[in-house]
């Protein structure tokens, strides 16, 4: 079940008192009257001040097969501060974070999507981009520009859309403990392959003709 926005309000005013177990926190917190108001079934989060872009002259392609090396051998990581303005031009790909903090509960998950607005002008944000129960920190956005001109982003404006929703099975004490919790920049993260991939990976070339 997802929750609506004045739901969504309830728990952030229920968060914001220290003895409250557990709470659902998002710091800095949306304006709580226009979120009960809004008739929405999301929040929306903010772009932040980091961006992370791939050094495209390091590598002649990425295998993450062979292992893609140090995060800081394959990116550069730019800050923005606010007033100033990011440009993404066409086809171009970069990492950037929101500005907002997020504390999910145990018994809460959540999904990002990118705004309409946003996407009618050819940015595509976050493609499906799942938060597990537990998470705490930023979260990092993937920025394309499939438009045919650059577009200008700038920090603190609404960039995305969180929504959350209740887990109703499962064991709550398990939460996530992936290498994305905790980070307030945007993070690369690892492509890892298990053990059935590893062994398709040198299975043989059999010839089928």
Same mark, same amino acid.
């Given at each position: 079940m997802i929750l609506k926005s004045d739901r969504i309000a309830e728990l952030l005013e229920e968060g914001q008192d220290p003895e409250t177990e557990d709470p659902l926190v998002i710091r800095p917190s949306p304006d709580l009257k226009d979120l009960r108001e809004s008739g929405a079934a999301s929040v929306d989060l903010r772009l932040g001040t980091w961006f992370m872009t791939l050094r495209e002259a390091r590598l002649p392609y990425l295998d993450v097969q062979q292992g893609a090396g140090k995060a800081s051998q394959l990116t550069k990581t730019h800050y923005v501060p606010f007033g100033d303005r990011f440009y993404l031009h066409p086809r #171009?790909?970069?990492?950037? #974070?929101?500005?907002?903090?997020?504390?999910?509960?145990? !018994?809460? #998950? #959540?999904?990002?999507?990118?705004?309409?607005?946003? !996407?009618?002008?050819?940015l595509i944000i976050a493609t499906a981009t799942g938060v597990h129960p537990g998470f705490k920190g930023c979260l990092t956005l993937e920025l394309t520009n499939v438009g045919e001109i650059p577009i200008v982003i700038m920090p603190g404006m609404p960039i995305c859309q969180l929504f959350i929703h209740y887990v109703k099975e499962g064991q709550f004490k398990e939460v996530d403990r992936s290498a994305f919790v905790g980070n307030r920049k945007p993070t690369l993260g690892s492509v890892t392959l298990d053990d059935v991939a590893r062994k398709l990976a040198v299975a043989p070339d059999l010839d089928q003709s």
């Amino acid at each position: 079940m997802i929750l609506k926005s004045d739901r969504i309000a309830e728990l952030l005013e229920e968060g914001q008192d220290p003895e409250t177990e557990d709470p659902l926190v998002i710091r800095p917190s949306p304006d709580l009257k226009d979120l009960r108001e809004s008739g929405a079934a999301s929040v929306d989060l903010r772009l932040g001040t980091w961006f992370m872009t791939l050094r495209e002259a390091r590598l002649p392609y990425l295998d993450v097969q062979q292992g893609a090396g140090k995060a800081s051998q394959l990116t550069k990581t730019h800050y923005v501060p606010f007033g100033d303005r990011f440009y993404l031009h066409p086809r #171009a790909f970069v990492l950037s #974070a929101t500005l907002e903090w997020i504390c999910l509960p145990k !018994g809460k #998950a #959540a999904y990002v999507i990118g705004k309409s607005s946003w !996407g009618r002008r050819g940015l595509i944000i976050a493609t499906a981009t799942g938060v597990h129960p537990g998470f705490k920190g930023c979260l990092t956005l993937e920025l394309t520009n499939v438009g045919e001109i650059p577009i200008v982003i700038m920090p603190g404006m609404p960039i995305c859309q969180l929504f959350i929703h209740y887990v109703k099975e499962g064991q709550f004490k398990e939460v996530d403990r992936s290498a994305f919790v905790g980070n307030r920049k945007p993070t690369l993260g690892s492509v890892t392959l298990d053990d059935v991939a590893r062994k398709l990976a040198v299975a043989p070339d059999l010839d089928q003709s």
